[in-house]
Every structure is written in structure tokens, then in C-alpha cells.
């Protein structure tokens, strides 16, 4: 009962509701959980957190000092006052996060904003992740605050920096030379002639900015020294690229574009073992069959199956299960966009785990702000079981065990990794490790009893290597809780270990700078090195799940992702297919991982300092102390322009005004309340205009109030004749008298608007707004002599009806609901794949007494290389006043093409019909289309092409006015019979550089008496 009533209550309460951000359509950004947030503060920053581990804010506290202090002596730039640090306990929570209004992918490490310069991030799973990201942001940080607060550079200067600059200097003073990943990618750009100019690194859809900017940096750095980088960086934010090379390089661009990549290609062409890369087994999963990004597989227990991530439909990235022999796609599994109950998967992480038997498959989604393990029946595509962890918000890698009563996840729980189990029965959940090293990537050993499992507990317990934590292998007895460390190739990461058939131990190492499959015998020791890749086996990150065996198939099948070409293709290999060369414990040389650096006697800051991050921590123990929260509530943001005027004219004598506007953004630190306003002037203080609204996003029920003033001017000229003006000493003129009418409307309202996203695809949303509407009439009386001067003017307020006006004076209110749907994917003109939908009334009270009723429907299906668009939409108007306001017209070009009312004039009279047959209060419109993307991104379009974007479109629309329902009632040659009309034809949309979306059609009218029409539409497609 209570529940009903809670739920009655959210609907009264959304009724009087619309949506926050007053959209159409468009997805949702769900708050789900409410955290207690504290406050730290240390000598170079305000930390804002929720967190109940003291060691935890210790690390966070000295990370974010000893990044200060490093990024100091580099950039040579100091904060006056503690910045703010807004630290999330895992990614699904820095997902709800409101410090800034767009989504945050799953992708997205953390932001920096500019406004007030927070730092915002997760605690990932991985110690070296975390801090590697936190000394990025902060890069950021000082970034904006050099160029926001310099002396000549202003926010405006941000536009001449290009992203794979700023990104990638985050990236080379995070993580510095060494980098096994990024020097992964820059010998695939080598060995496959694509190495990029600097001009090609403007093109984000082909070279990563983050890759190849932190490459340029080592680049200019291992010539110049890490001195240049502040003076480059900023003179490039003054001036642009081509200023700075010159100034501060003294060679034009375009010579230190050549220097760039002949100096790259000579280098990593030393590294490459041979022309083309050393292939072992069979390739399944590539853009033949799947898509340029095939990661994560696993493969059943029988060795006959295999789900892997792809984003063969190129709108999203999903589950598909395959067979594991001849690589045939038999089906998708799962896709966040279609299980529309699913916020996302968690694609860059984690890979899924089948049962023993082959039949069901689990992997790890986010619902509701939480990681969820979702457990589907692979026969049916059904799903058994959605199970979240207690105590564990987020976690990653799930392993079933051979038993198949467990599964083992590595998961968060209060800002440590550690390996948690969940009993299947009754969803109970065990910890099995506790401590501050992370533990990833478990695997069952075939008896059950040991886990291995990849951990930094040996890099954090001995010191970092080149400034990072590295990863080594553990194995654990789940029964006793006995670990045993291996302390092999030590300083590499070794990551993704499982077991094979025998007992034995595969996993990914970059022990000689390259990443390769290696086994590991636990009985004996011995390690043989089973690959000699050029590249290498990885996935979108090092950390990724990238190897899968199938142990209880007769014969050890192993499946590994390769990265080559700029894509990601997966293998299927045998032991026959080995290398199996014996390597010694010790064996790490990792020259192939390092970035080159030309001058060695040029300073090396960075790495120098990469190298000295164990010292800061001793040196510098962590020290803070706590504060009182406080929402620090002020001005974020301010833009204004204001101009006064005074003049005489010929037209309206002498006049004087102003124009301009300010509009300002106030927020709390962490975004939940924010309040925006608009001040505005365009002519006399009559015209003044303002708008204030008020946001609180901290709940899921997100709501608003919003407060305006507006004024409508518009104007009326007309001649009154010649009239004759008597001036002093008997002095009589014949004028010419022009009455010039200013006509404002006044309206002031009130609104509050609601909505309540159920996830990142459906929302309900409502409003209620109050407004008043009121006018005034200046009339300026004009008189002009034979030559056209201006030589007297009289200005009255007029009554409007005395004047003439027929202006509306009185109250509006308004009542409105929706239940809006939208999983689609946008092409580059139009929506191409999922759905949306908008159901909405609005009641409208006061003068004015009707209802408004919107069902909009709408889907798309990717068909490749086309898309299928349809769409049924009815807009409807009822009750007493539904008539007062003008009738909807369909023949708009976005509702029927062809029947623009001059069209619909010359036409419809050819067959015997009115065009005042396209107007009603009420209508229905069906749209088919036939979308090709036609120029565009490569993988999209036809025809590829960086600049010019464009979709053909072959299209079928209909609609049908009318004004009361029961016309459709009416007897056939009632002339009151709605009667529909319908065309057909082609249609280019151009994406104008994504300012706009132009539509030049033509459309053929289904008439007796017809003929094409030629149009232009101005909106994106529907």
C-alpha cells in the first residue's frame, strides 16, 4: 500500500513537471545514489570525497602533492589558492556526476573543467590506474590555469590548441617515456606506412590523440629538452601552431612535421622484427566478419563457442556469441542500447565467463549507478539471473567456477581491488583478499581450489619501475587463503593469466618491451615464451582482458587479441603453433617500450622525476587535515556584451538605446544546484528581457524553477496625410505625417519543471507553468518637409484597443506530462539505428481552455550500409478553445514534402481539392525513409571523405488534417472527409560543419495532376 502511494505521489508530482533540460528527445543522465561528501584539505588543493578508508584519502591526499610539486617544476606555474578535487569511488558514480552537464562515457578516465577548474575522477581498478589518471587531470588543471589566468590568453585561446596537444602532454607528464602501449601503436603506424604528418593528427577518428600527442611530446622533448614545453604550449595558445614552431622552434611547421616523422619511422623501424607481423594460428574475428574493434573473447568450456566484444554495428559495442572453429556469427547477445534496462557494459575492463557446461554466460553491466553481473541462458538469449554484489558498488572479471556455484569478480569495495565471490544459491558474497594492493583478472584453476589472478602487491611492496607499479602473478588457495607470489620478470606487467589443460599457466607479459603470450610452469618454474609478435596481443588498454583458453576441450585451444593495422582482431592458436622458447626469470629488457629520446643531453624532467616518485613518498608523508563541507555556491561563468546609442534618422527622428546582454552561471562545487540567467537589452528600458532558472540535480528526481520577463516588440509604419504645422511668428508648414506604432507584448512566467529518469534511455518529465500577458503602445508621430527632414515628432502612450490593437491581455497556465524513450544513434545527418519515442499531454487553463496531445513514434534499423527509417506521429488539439489558435499545416517540409502551401495552392485545385484541406487542429503524419550515409567517415559513408558529410535519402510521406475525430465518420464526397495526402521522392542532406543540417529535396506528389517539387529543409533529419 505504502508503495502505491509513493508512486501516486511522483505521478501528481511529474505532472506538474518538464524535462530539466527542456529536450525533445535526447538520453538522460540518471542520478542514482547520494553520497555524503567531506572535505580534505592539503596545501595545494580541496579534496571532495565520500569515502570511509583512511589509507585510501592518505594516497589520494600525498598523490595529488607529489603531482603538484612534479608538474611545478615542469610547467613553472603555482596555484594561488587550493584548487578543487572532486574524487568519485568508482567509474559508475563519476558517471552521475553534475560537476559537468555531458555524459561521461565508459571510456572517459576523468575530466578537468575549465570553469572553476575541478579535477573529477574515479578511483580505478588498478593503483597504477588511478594515480596515473589523477596526475594526468592535473596536467589539465595547470593547463587552464595558464592559459585562463595569463596575462595575454584568455578562454578563447583554449580554440588554438589542438587536442592531441593538450591530451597528449597530460599523458607524456603522467606516464612519461615508457610506455609499452603507446610504443605498441607507434610501430604498427611504421610497419603499416601510416605513420601521420601533424596536419593527419588533426583527424581524432584515425590517430588517437592521447597515442600519438604523448609521442610528439617525447619527440620535441627528446630534442629540445622538457624546458620547451611551457613556452611552446603557451605561445601555441596565444598564436596557433604555426606561430609557435616559428617562435619558439624557428622552423615553420611544416619542417617540423617532416623532422617528426622521419625521425619516428627511423626509430621504430629499428624495432620492428620484420616487415610484416609474425602471424601464429588463425584469424577469427576481423572487418571481414565483425568490426575494425573485436576484444575480449572467451571461449566455452567445449571449446566449441565464444562470445567477444565488437562493434560490428559501428553504434555501439556488444556482446556476440560465434563459433569458436570457423568464426561464423551466430547471434547478438546482449547490446546496452537494445536491453534498454542496461546504463552500459563494461567493454574496456572486462571480458564475461561461461559455466562449466557450456550453457549460460555472465558478464558485467551498469544498472542504476552499480556494476551488475548479469547471467544469461546463451540457447535462448534469456536472462536467469541479475545479481548486484553487496558491499561491492563496482567490479570486473568474472570467473565461474568448475563447480559452477561461484563466480569471482574483482571488485571495489570502499577504494580497494580485491577478489570478492558470490555464491549462485543465495547471491551471498565472500572477500577474499583485503588489502591495499589490487588484485585483477582472476582464473580458476580445473580442480577448483587455487585462483591466480594478477596483482602489484611485489612493484608496491619493492618500489616502482620507470615511475610506475607493475603487475606480477599471485595464486591463492581459495580454501586456507594461502597466497603465493611468483617474482618473475619483475618490473614488466604481467596481466591475464589462465590456466591451460594441464594445469600450467598462460598469461600477456611486455617483459622485452613487446606483449606476448607466455606459460608458466608452477611446479617447475620454467617460463617459455610462446609468441614473438612485433606488435602485440592487447586490448583497448593494458589492463584489458585480452587471452581466453578452453580447458576441458580435449585439445587446449587459446584465443588471444591481436592489434595490427590500427584494428583489433582475435586468434585462434594450438600448442602446435608455439614458439616455446625457454626464458629466464630475469629476463626484461624493455628498450622496445620506450619513446625516443634524440638529445640525451637536453633536460629530462619527466622521467627524472617518474624515476623519483618512491623519494616524494618517503620524503613527503601525506599530510591534511579535514574541513567542513561547504558547497562553495558562486559565479562559474560570466559573458557579456553591451553597447549604448544615439542617433537621428529620417525614418524615426531622434532615438537613443541600448543593446546588449550578460548571462551568467552560478554553481556549488559539485553541480547539483546550479543557476543560470540572462539579462538582455535591445532598444529602450521597455525592451529589458530576463530569465533566471534554478536547477537541483542532486537527486533522481531532478527539478527546477524558472522566473522571466520577456518583451515582443514589433512595429507598425503608416502615412497619415499632410497636415500643416503652426510654428511661432505666424509661420505655417505643409508637412508630410507618419505614425510609427511600437507594439510590445509583455509576458512574465512562472514555471516548475520535474523529471525522472528510470535509466539512461526512458525518462518521465512535466511542468506546470504560470504566465501573464500584458502590452503597451507607443506611438511616435512623425512629420517631414518637402526634403524629407525630420522637423518635429510627438511620442504618446496609447491604449492598444484605442489604437486599433486586437492584442492579447490576460492569464496562461499550463500543464504538461511525458514518457520520453531514446536509445538512438545518430549518423552524421540523422538518427540510423535504435529508437525513439515521445507520448505527452499538455492542458492548457486560464483564457485559454484546450488540451494538447503529442504520440510521437519513431525507429531506425542499421542495415549496413543503409539504414530503414519510420516514423507515425500525431499532434492533436481539444476541447473549448481549440479552435482560437492558428491550425496545424502538414504541408511543412518536415512533415510532407512536396506540399508547401504556394505548392499546395497550384496543385490541389488541379484535382479537385483545397489546400485549406492540409490544416486542422489536429493531424497524423507517416514517414518512411531510406538512408545512405553517402560522404563521410570510412566505415560509415560510401564514399569517404574528412570534410564533406552527406546522406541520400529516398523517402514515402503521408499525413492527413482535420479538426474533430469524428470526421473520419463522414460519408465518402463529404467535403468535410479528411482526406490524406501523400509523396514521394530524394532528398541530400549536408552537414554544414556541424553548424546545421541542409535538406534540398524533391518531392513528387501522389496526384492525377501532378508534378515534381523542388525544396529545402533546414533540420536535421528525423
Known amino acids: 500500500m505504502k508503495s502505491r502511494s509513493v508512486l501516486a505521489g511522483l505521478w501528481i508530482l511529474l505532472t506538474f513537471a518538464t524535462p530539466v533540460q527542456a529536450q525533445y528527445f535526447g538520453q538522460n543522465k540518471p542520478v542514482y545514489e547520494r553520497h555524503q561528501w567531506r572535505t580534505i584539505e592539503t596545501e595545494h588543493f580541496h579534496i571532495y570525497h565520500y569515502l570511509d578508508n583512511e589509507q585510501r584519502i592518505d594516497d589520494i591526499a600525498a598523490w595529488s602533492e607529489h603531482w603538484y610539486d612534479y608538474h611545478q617544476n615542469v610547467l613553472r606555474d603555482t596555484f594561488t589558492e587550493p584548487n578543487p578535487m572532486l574524487v568519485y569511488h568508482d567509474h559508475p558514480d563519476f558517471q552521475q556526476t553534475y560537476a559537468v552537464t555531458s555524459s561521461i562515457g565508459i571510456g572517459t578516465g576523468g575530466v578537468t573543467e575549465a570553469l572553476r577548474n575541478r579535477v573529477i575522477y574515479p578511483l580505478l581498478l588498478a593503483n597504477q590506474q588511478t594515480h596515473q589518471v589523477l596526475g594526468h587531470e592535473l596536467v589539465h588543471a595547470y593547463q587552464y590555469h595558464i592559459v585562463l589566468r595569463g596575462d595575454s590568453t584568455s578562454m578563447r585561446n583554449l580554440g588554438n590548441l589542438p587536442l592531441w596537444m593538450v591530451e597528449g602532454l597530460a599523458e607524456y607528464m603522467s606516464i612519461g617515456r615508457f610506455d609499452s602501449h603507446t610504443t605498441l601503436w607507434m610501430r604498427d603506424a611504421v610497419m603499416h606506412g601510416k605513420f601521420p604528418s601533424l596536419k593527419d593528427l588533426d583527424d581524432y577518428a584515425t590517430y588517437f590523440p592521447y597515442r600519438y600527442g604523448q609521442a610528439f611530446w617525447a619527440f620535441l622533448t627528446g630534442i629540445h629538452g622538457d624546458t620547451v614545453i611551457r613556452p611552446f604550449f603557451e605561445e601555441t595558445a596565444k598564436h596557433g601552431l604555426d606561430t609557435a614552431c616559428l617562435f619558439v622552434l624557428g622552423m615553420d611547421k611544416e619542417q617540423l612535421s617532416e623532422l617528426w616523422k622521419k625521425s619516428m619511422e627511423d626509430y621504430f623501424g629499428g624495432f620492428l622484427k620484420s616487415k610484416k607481423e609474425n602471424h601464429i594460428g588463425r584469424r577469427l574475428f576481423s572487418e571481414k566478419n565483425a568490426g575494425e574493434m573485436n576484444i575480449s573473447p572467451v571461449m566455452s568450456p567445449n571449446g566449441r563457442y565464444v562470445i567477444f566484444l565488437s562493434e560490428k554495428d559501428l553504434f555501439s559495442i556488444d556482446l556476440y556469441l560465434a563459433d569458436a572453429r570457423t568464426g561464423k556469427i551466430l547471434r547478438k ?272 624532467l619527466v622521467d627524472y622525476q617518474l624515476d623519483l616518485l618512491d623519494y616524494y613518498a618517503q620524503a613527503h608523508p601525506p599530510r591534511w587535515k579535514p574541513i567542513p563541507y561547504q558547497p562553495r555556491f558562486k559565479l562559474s561563468y560570466m559573458g557579456a556584451s553591451v553597447g549604448m546609442g544615439v542617433g537621428q534618422t529620417t525614418g524615426l527622428g531622434v532615438t537613443t538605446g541600448g543593446a546588449g546582454g550578460v548571462d551568467m552561471l552560478f554553481t556549488d562545487i559539485l553541480g547539483n544546484n546550479q543557476l543560470m540567467s540572462t539579462l538582455s537589452l535591445n532598444g529602450e528600458i521597455y525592451d529589458f528581457s530576463g530569465m533566471a532558472t534554478w536547477l537541483h540535480l542532486e537527486h533522481r528526481l531532478n527539478w527546477g524553477v524558472g522566473l522571466s520577463h520577456i518583451a515582443y516588440p514589433t512595429g507598425r509604419l503608416g502615412f497619415d496625410g499632410i497636415d500643416t504645422l503652426s510654428f511661432g511668428g505666424g509661420l505655417n508648414v505643409l508637412a508630410e505625417h507618419w505614425q510609427f506604432d511600437v507594439i510590445r507584448t509583455f509576458e512574465d512566467k512562472l514555471s516548475f519543471f520535474a523529471q525522472y529518469p528510470f535509466s539512461r534511455f526512458l525518462r518521465l518529465e512535466g511542468s506546470i507553468t504560470g504566465a501573464a500577458y500584458y502590452n503597451r503602445v507607443d506611438r511616435f508621430d512623425n512629420y517631414y518637409d518637402a526634403f524629407g527632414r525630420l522637423i518635429y515628432q510627438q511620442r504618446n502612450k496609447l491604449d492598444p484597443a484605442t489604437a486599433g490593437y486586437n492584442l492579447f491581455k490576460g492569464r496562461l497556465a499550463t500543464v504538461s506530462t511525458a514518457l520520453v524513450g531514446d536509445n538512438a544513434s545518430f549518423g552524421i545527418t540523422s538518427p540510423l539505428s535504435g529508437h525513439r519515442f515521445r507520448i505527452g499531454l499538455e492542458r492548457y487553463f486560464g483564457d485559454f481552455n484546450f488540451t494538447s496531445l503529442v504520440v510521437d513514434l519513431r525507429q531506425y534499423f542499421w542495415l549496413r550500409p543503409i539504414a530503414l527509417a519510420g516514423r507515425l506521429m500525431h499532434y492533436g488539439r481539444s476541447g473549448r478553445d481549440q479552435y482560437l489558435f492558428y491550425p496545424y499545416y502538414i504541408g511543412y517540409p518536415w512533415y510532407v514534402r512536396g506540399y508547401s502551401y504556394n505548392k499546395a495552392n497550384e496543385l490541389l485545385p488541379l484535382n479537385g481539392r483545397s489546400a485549406d484541406e492540409l490544416l486542422g487542429s489536429k493531424f497524423v503524419v507517416g514517414n518512411v525513409e531510406v538512408r545512405l550515409p553517402f560522404t563521410g567517415p570510412r566505415r560509415l559513408c560510401l564514399i569517404p571523405s574528412k570534410v564533406f558529410f552527406t546522406e541520400l535519402t529516398l523517402f514515402a510521406d503521408g499525413g492527413v488534417a482535420f479538426f474533430a475525430y469524428d470526421d473520419f465518420s463522414r460519408p465518402a464526397g463529404d467535403p468535410l472527409r479528411p482526406d490524406p495526402v501523400f509523396s514521394t521522392g530524394a532528398s541530400l542532406r549536408v552537414n554544414l560543419f556541424g553548424a546545421l543540417v541542409l535538406e534540398p529535396y524533391y518531392a513528387y506528389p501522389l496526384l492525377e495532376q501532378t508534378r515534381g517539387v523542388w525544396g529545402v529543409n533546414i533540420v536535421p533529419g528525423w
Do not use: C
Open 333 to 604: 547477445v546482449t547490446s546496452s542500447r537494445r536491453d534498454g534496462h542496461l546504463d552500459d557494459l563494461n567493454y574496456i575492463e572486462s571480458a564475461g565467463t561461461w559455466s562449466p557446461d557450456s550453457k549460460q554466460f555472465a558478464f558485467v553491466g551498469v544498472k542504476k549507478g552499480n556494476s551488475v553481473l548479469v547471467i544469461k541462458d546463451v540457447a535462448t538469449g534469456r536472462t536467469v539471473d541479475e545479481l548486484f554484489l553487496e558491499g561491492v558498488p563496482y567490479f570486473t572479471n568474472p570467473a565461474w567456477s568448475p563447480d559452477g556455484k561461484t563466480i569471482v569478480v574483482s571488485g571495489m569495495a570502499n577504494g580497494w581491488t580485491d577478489l570478492f565471490a558470490v555464491r549462485l544459491a543465495d547471491h551471498r558474497v565472500t572477500r577474499l583478499t583485503h588489502d591495499r594492493y589490487s588484485e585483477v583478472h582472476p582464473a580458476w584453476s580445473a580442480d577448483g581450489r587455487h585462483l591466480v589472478y594478477a596483482t602489484d602487491r611485489l612493484s608496491m611492496e619493492r618500489g616502482r619501475t620507470h615511475g610506475k607499479w607493475t603487475f606480477n602473478l599471485e595464486l591463492l588457495d581459495v580454501a586456507t587463503g594461502e597466497r603465493q607470489a611468483f617474482d618473475f620478470f619483475f618490473g614488466a606487467n604481467n596481466l591475464n593469466p589462465v590456466f591451460d589443460n594441464e594445469g600450467q599457466i598462460l598469461f600477456l607479459s611486455n617483459r622485452d618491451g613487446y606483449r606476448n603470450l607466455y606459460r608458466f610452469d608452477p611446479a617447475t618454474g620454467r617460463i617459455l615464451q610462446l609468441t614473438d609478435f612485433t606488435l602485440g596481443i592487447t586490448g583497448i588498454t593494458e589492463f584489458s582482458p585480452a587471452l581466453s583458453t578452453a580447458m576441458e576441450s580435449r585439445r587446449l585451444r587459446v584465443l588471444f587479441t591481436l592489434y595490427e593495422d590500427g584494428k583489433y582482431t582475435i586468434w585462434r592458436s594450438r600448442p602446435e603453433d608455439w614458439l616455446n622458447r625457454p626464458v629466464a626469470p630475469d629476463d626484461v629488457d624493455m628498450r622496445a617500450a620506450f619513446l625516443p629520446r634524440f638529445n640525451q643531453l637536453a633536460p629530462n
